[in-house]
C-alpha cells in the first residue's frame, strides 16, 4: 500500500513558512516581553539561578516595546494560519488546499497565552500578596 500525498503548490508552502517564522517570532517575543518579572520567577521557582539573573532582568525597559511587536508577530500568525484559504488550482485542475501545522497553531497559542500572563501578573500579584499578610 503507497501513501499518497496531496500536491502542495508553492504557494502553500510559502504560506506555511512565513507562518512557522511569525510563530517562532511571537514565541521569542513572549519570552523577551516575560523576561522582566515572569521569565525570572519561573527559572527561580525551578531553582536555576545566578548572577546572569541580573542581565534578564536588565531587559526590563524595553518590556513595552516586546509587547508591542509580540503582538503585531501575534496578530499576523493568526491571520496567515486561520484565514479562509482560498483552493489554487492549477492548468490541469490540480487543486490545492493550504493546510496549517499543529506546531505552528500551538506555538501561536502559547504565545498568546505568556503574553496575557505577562499582561495580567503585575494586577494579580498583589491579589495574591494581600493574602499573605
Given at each position: 500500500m503507497t501513501r499518497q500525498s496531496s500536491?502542495?503548490?508553492?504557494?502553500?508552502?510559502?504560506?506555511?513558512?512565513s507562518a512557522g517564522w511569525l510563530?517562532?517570532?511571537?514565541?521569542?517575543?513572549a519570552l523577551a516581553a516575560?523576561?522582566?518579572c515572569l521569565l525570572p520567577f519561573v527559572l527561580v521557582s525551578l531553582g536555576l539561578g545566578g548572577a546572569w539573573m541580573s542581565a534578564i532582568t536588565g531587559l526590563?525597559?524595553?518590556q513595552p516595546y516586546f509587547m508591542v511587536a509580540t503582538g503585531g508577530l501575534l496578530l499576523a500568525g493568526f491571520w496567515q494560519v486561520y484565514r479562509p484559504?482560498?483552493?489554487?488550482?492549477?492548468?490541469?485542475?490540480?487543486?490545492t488546499v493550504p493546510?496549517?501545522?499543529h506546531l505552528v497553531k500551538a506555538a501561536l497559542w502559547g504565545a498568546t497565552l505568556l503574553l496575557l500572563a505577562v499582561l495580567?501578573?503585575?494586577?494579580?500579584v498583589p491579589m495574591f500578596m494581600a493574602g499573605s499578610q
Open positions: 500536491p502542495v503548490s508553492a504557494d502553500t508552502r510559502k504560506g506555511r513558512t510563530a517562532t517570532g511571537s514565541v521569542l517575543g516575560s523576561s522582566c526590563g525597559p524595553y484559504a482560498a483552493e489554487g488550482c492549477e492548468a490541469d485542475g490540480n487543486c493546510i496549517s501545522s495580567l501578573v503585575p494586577d494579580l
